[in-house]
């Protein structure tokens, strides 16, 4: 009996917590996927996100190795790493989705989501990352350059920045992480 009534306060616990994270704003963003399929964060619901904008051409591309090395290492704990491509430094991604699917999966093996090219500033700015960095989120400012990051919990909000510079195993991201993935 004792083991029924475990079962169902921890059924109900995680059914209660994918509602609210469904109800997120993040989630209800209209997004492409790097196919070109229309979709959006909510299928990611009730996981830890770390999003990324990318880029093939930077003096920070070589962070997709310890991105991919992230995403094998928390995936089963529910972290998704997810690579949005954009433009907006230095004509860094000037590649169509299939040169960036390409690039990335015969440099680097990604095997994490990636999207179809955004803006993360300006005035094209992206819905995702006018919500990620404007200035109703806890962590606004303009996204300085490629592989800024943030850190967004099970219930869809956002708990962390970390800056184009710091890498994706870095203690802090990591700690950080873990702290969201046991997060309820």
């Not at 209660?16 to 963003?29: C, E, H, Q």
């Not at 006018?130 to 109703?136: F, K, N, P």
Request: charged letters at 20%; proline letters at 6%; a neutral charge.
């Amino acid at each position: 009996m004792t083991y029924l009534r475990t079962f169902t306060a921890l059924l109900l616990a995680l059914m209660t917590t994918s509602l609210f994270a469904a109800d997120s704003p993040l989630y209800a963003v209209p997004l492409k996927d790097i196919d070109g399929k229309d979709t959006s964060l909510k299928a990611y619901a009730g996981k830890v996100l770390l999003v990324v904008n990318v880029a093939s051409q930077c003096g920070n591309t070589r962070q997709y190795a310890p991105l991919e090395a992230v995403w094998q290492k928390y995936k089963d704990q529910g972290l998704v790493v997810l690579g949005f491509p954009c433009n907006d430094f230095g004509a860094q991604e000037p590649g169509t989705t299939d040169e960036i699917k390409q690039f990335c999966s015969s440099k680097y093996s990604v095997s994490f989501p990636l999207f179809d090219k955004l803006h993360v500033k300006g005035a094209e700015q992206h819905p995702l990352y006018a919500a990620l960095s404007g200035s109703t989120s806890p962590f606004p400012g303009d996204v300085k350059w490629n592989f800024g990051k943030f850190l967004v919990g099970r219930d869809g909000q956002i708990v962390g920045r970390f800056e184009p510079g710091t890498q994706p195993d870095a203690e802090g991201i990591t700690r950080a992480i873990e702290t969201a993935l046991v997060a309820k």
